[in-house]
Every structure is written in structure tokens, then in C-alpha cells.
């Protein structure tokens, strides 16, 4: 089992620029999610899917838009990239939404935005 | 709304030493509570949980206690070694959320 795995690693956009981040998980969970991590602010959602073709915001989902493109994929677009979206973003994954459900994540993607 | 304070870091402590990392939440309802850790690099790990009042979570000698009277959480250890440095978040779930806090950062030195 790889887990929750995401792509790039690592990527340098110039402002004004698009791209996706791509997640997939292999656990057969329902639920995904996007969080962005910013020194001394913890990690904030940006969106989730509680399960297969629906999403939701987050707590900051401006200039960010995702797709749920199966149970097992869930990507996040940046249509126009800009120098505040430089962070690091991490997908995540849970068997579901309830109080038991522990989150599990993937190892992030580090985006710079020149 | 709901919402995780955890103490400031960096801690930086000697090997064997003991640890204790507040965490403090809010919440409307009862909500699970959540220890992650996350090295260098990585993403972030489970270490504990906790469901409901007074259950303790515990994992790799590490602990913590659900008080509900107190609306606390705090991170324990007896004895901490240099593989332990990692940066530790405590986390609520509401069950449709989870909510982090800032992260605290643990050095711990030979």
C-alpha cells in the first residue's frame, strides 16, 4: 500500500501561472481533503469531499478550485497562481467523516510562486 | 467557532528528559482529539487519539488525557529521545472537520 501519494514534490510557478496538484490514495477511503501549511498557522482546509462527486470549502478556498475524479483521486487547481499561494499543501484522506476517523496524509508539495 | 491553542515552541530538551506539550481546544459538542507528528519532510503521522472524556491515547511511550473539565489534551513523554525531534500538532475533529493547531517544534539533543 503507497497510502495517500501526490505530485510534483516540488514546483516554482511564476505569478499569474496555472497548475494542478494531483492526490491519490489506495485505502478505498470516501473522504479527501486539502490543507495548506504556513509557518506558525498550523494546517488551514482548503476543501474537502466527504465521498465521490461532492466537494466542499474549506476554511480558505479562495483562488483554489478541486476535483473529485474518482474515490481514489482528488485534485486541487490554481487557475491564476499568486505570491500568497506560496506554501506547502498537503492532501489527506479518511475512511470517512464521523469522530472515529483518523486523517491519514501524504508527504506535501512544496509551491513556490515567484 | 472551533478552534486548537497548543504551546508555543521551539522546546528543545535533552535526551531522557521529560515532555509536556499543552494543547487547549474549543468546541460546540464533543469532539475526538488528536496528537500528529510530522519529521522532516514528511507529511504528518498519527501518534494518538482520543474519542470521548477521560479516555487516554497512547503510542510510542507517549500520552495524553481527554479533560473535558479543562478542555485540554496535553502531549506527555517520560523519557524523550533524539528520534523523537519532529514538530507535534494537536488536532480536534468535529467529525466533519478536523481542525490543527499552530504545530509546536521538538528538539531533543544527546
Known amino acids: 500500500n503507497a497510502g495517500v501519494t501526490q505530485t510534483p514534490k516540488f514546483q516554482v510557478l511564476k505569478t499569474g501561472q496555472s497548475m494542478t496538484l494531483q492526490c491519490a490514495q489506495d485505502m478505498n477511503h470516501n473522504s479527501m481533503y486539502w490543507y495548506r501549511q504556513d509557518p506558525g498557522m498550523g494546517l488551514r482546509l482548503i476543501y474537502y469531499s466527504a465521498s465521490e462527486g461532492t466537494t466542499d470549502k474549506g476554511e480558505v478556498p479562495n483562488g483554489y478550485n478541486v476535483s473529485r475524479l474518482n474515490k481514489r483521486e482528488f485534485s486541487l487547481r490554481l487557475e491564476s497562481a499568486a505570491p500568497s499561494q506560496t506554501s506547502v499543501y498537503f492532501c489527506?484522506?479518511?475512511?470517512?467523516?464521523?469522530?472515529?476517523?483518523?486523517?491519514?496524509f501524504g508527504p506535501g508539495t512544496r509551491l513556490t510562486v515567484t | 467557532g472551533d478552534s486548537v491553542t497548543q504551546m508555543e515552541g521551539p522546546v528543545t530538551l535533552s535526551e531522557e528528559a521529560f515532555l509536556t506539550i499543552n494543547c487547549t481546544y474549543t468546541a460546540t459538542g464533543y469532539p475526538s482529539l488528536f496528537w500528529y507528528v510530522q519529521y522532516p519532510g514528511e507529511g504528518l503521522q498519527l501518534l494518538l487519539k482520543a474519542t470521548k472524556a477521560d479516555d487516554k491515547g497512547s503510542n510510542k511511550g507517549f500520552e495524553a488525557t481527554y479533560r473535558k473539565e479543562t478542555t485540554s489534551f496535553h502531549l506527555e513523554k517520560g523519557s524523550v529521545q533524539v528520534s523523537d525531534s519532529a514538530v507535534y500538532f494537536c488536532?480536534?475533529?468535529?467529525?466533519?472537520?478536523?481542525?490543527f493547531g499552530t504545530g509546536t517544534s521538538l528538539t531533543v539533543i544527546p
Open positions: 489527506a484522506s479518511s475512511e470517512g467523516q464521523g469522530l472515529d476517523y483518523e486523517q491519514y
Open positions: 488536532a480536534l475533529s468535529t467529525g466533519n472537520q478536523f481542525y
